[in-house]
């Protein structure tokens, strides 16, 4: 698990050709790391949505 720092939104496109949605998130809100890169999370929120999130964004 990881809390998100600060409020920020975040691009969310579900398949390729769909629409891209913003999607906002609220500091102390909680994600799901499933995978960690070199500056970046990847992050599943409790909706199941998938975001890179940068790891300056959040305290895992």
């Known amino acids: 698990m990881a809390t998100i720092k600060q409020a920020t939104t ?5 398949n390729l050709g ?3 949605e913003e999607v906002s998130f609220a500091e102390g809100e909680e994600v799901t790391v499933l995978k960690e890169w070199a500056d970046h999370y990847l992050c599943k ?6 975001f890179n999130i940068e790891k300056s964004l959040v305290d895992a």
């Open 10 to 14: 975040l691009k969310h496109q579900a």
């Open 18 to 20: 769909e629409e891209v």
């Open 45 to 50: 929120n409790e909706s199941g949505q998938i």
